[in-house]
T-cell receptor
C-alpha cells in the first residue's frame, strides 16, 4: 500500500511562473520529509527537506510547506526555469532506526520557455 | 570524489540466470541502501545496511540477497532472475543515524527475458 502519494503524474508551467507540486502521506509516524529531483538516466538528487516540527522551509527558489493535520506537503518553485524540468519525488521517513525513505510515484514537471 | 557509483549500467539476463550488482561509495558513509524503480511505482527499498557486516530487509526483499563486507561496498545479488525483476536499480548511501539525506548512484537498468 502506497504510504506516500503524488496524485499528479505531470505538470506543465510557463517559465517565470510558480510551480506547485503536491504530496500526501498516510502514515502519521512520518516526521521528516524530503524532495528529490531526477533527470533521465541519472539518480535522484536531494533538493530540500522539512522536519515535522516546522511548517515551512525555504532554500532559494524552493520552498516546502507541511500541513501535518492534513498529512500534506507541497513544493513551490518560483520562478520556474527550464532547467527545473525533471521528475520530482516526495519522500518520507521516521527519525528512528535506519532512516528508510518511502517515496511517492513522482511528478514530471515541464517548464515551457 | 566520485560519490556513489554502480556497476554495471545495463544488463540483460535470461530467466534463471544470476548476477551481482555492485555499489561503491567514497564518502565514508555508514548507511547504504538498494532501491528498485518501476513505472508508476516510485522507488521501493529492497535491502539496506546500517554498517559494515550488517544487512536488513526493506519493503520488497524477495528474490534478492545483499552483502556489506566492506564499508564502502554494498552488493545486490539475484540468484535466479525472473522477468518481474526487470527494473532500474538504484543504490544510495547516507552518513548515519542523524542524516536523512541519501545520495544516489546513477542506476543500473536490468532486463530479464
Amino acid at each position: 500500500d502506497q504510504q506516500v502519494k503524488q496524485n499528479s503524474p505531470s505538470l506543465s508551467v510557463q517559465e517565470g511562473r510558480i510551480s506547485i507540486l503536491n504530496c500526501d502521506y498516510t502514515n502519521s509516524m512520518f516526521d521528516y520529509f524530503l524532495w528529490y529531483k531526477k533527470y533521465p538516466a541519472e539518480g535522484p538528487t536531494f533538493l530540500i527537506s522539512i522536519s515535522s516540527i516546522k511548517d515551512k522551509n525555504e532554500d532559494g527558489r524552493f520552498t516546502v510547506f507541511l500541513n501535518k493535520s492534513a498529512k500534506h506537503l507541497s513544493l513551490h518553485i518560483v520562478p520556474s526555469q527550464p532547467g527545473d524540468s525533471a521528475v520530482y519525488f516526495c519522500a518520507a521517513t521516521m527519525q528512528t532506526g535506519a532512516n528508510n525513505l518511502f517515496f511517492g510515484t513522482g511528478t514530471r514537471l515541464t517548464v515551457i520557455p | 570524489n566520485a560519490g556513489v557509483t554502480q556497476t554495471p549500467k545495463f544488463r540483460v539476463l535470461k530467466t534463471g540466470q544470476s548476477m551481482t550488482l555492485l555499489c561503491a561509495q567514497d564518502m565514508n558513509h555508514e548507511y547504504m541502501y538498494w532501491y528498485r524503480q518501476d513505472p508508476g511505482m516510485g522507488l521501493r527499498l529492497i535491502h539496506y545496511s546500517v554498517g559494515e557486516g550488517t544487512t536488513a530487509k526493506g519493503e520488497v526483499p524477495d528474490g534478492y540477497n545483499v552483502s556489506r563486507l566492506k564499508k564502502q561496498n554494498f552488493l545486490l545479488g539475484l540468484e535466479s532472475a525472473a522477468p518481474s525483476q526487470t527494473s532500474v536499480y538504484f543504490c544510495a548511501s547516507s552518513s548515519g543515524a542523524s542524516s536523512y539525506e541519501q545520495y544516489f548512484g546513477p542506476g543500473t537498468r536490468l532486463t530479464v527475458t
